[in-house]
């Protein structure tokens, strides 16, 4: 399965931009899928992740809140929306697929990653 996220851009602090990830070659829908973020000179940390039925929600505890984790197994996409956007935010965003139903906050859970996508915050 072949992952693509979108929705990045340059945005000021406060605002809200809509993220998603869209799968192609094979569903995703019976997998659970997770949202990871990596800032320059960081190491890639765990934002978000959800079931594959649409529960099984975890959220890191700095986007708590802000940020929504949604999926439409139909159109096999997730959606992270992020509200409230803050300058810690900037990164690049990534979506990945899980080995099974349910994921956890872990990469090693995660066995499909997609290209990430630009999040810039500016205060």
């Known amino acids: 399965v072949q992952l693509q996220a979108s929705g990045g851009g340059l945005v000021q602090a406060g605002a809200s931009l809509r993220l998603s990830c869209a799968a192609s070659?094979?569903?995703?829908?019976?997998?659970?899928v997770g949202w990871f973020r990596q800032a320059p000179g960081k190491e890639r940390e765990f934002v978000a992740t959800?079931?594959?039925?649409?529960?099984?929600?975890h959220y890191a505890d700095s986007v708590k809140g802000r940020f929504t984790i949604s999926r439409d197994r139909a159109k096999n996409t997730v959606t992270l929306q992020m509200n409230s956007l803050e300058p810690e935010d900037t990164a690049d965003y990534y979506c990945?697929?899980?080995?099974?139903?349910?994921?956890?906050?872990?990469?090693?859970?995660?066995?499909?990653w997609g290209r990430g996508t630009l999040v810039t915050v500016s205060s």
């Open positions: 959800i079931g594959w039925n649409g529960g099984s929600i």
């Open positions: 070659g094979r569903t995703f829908s019976n997998n659970a």
């Open positions: 990945a697929s899980a080995r099974r139903a349910v994921a956890g906050s872990g990469s090693y859970d995660y066995s499909y």
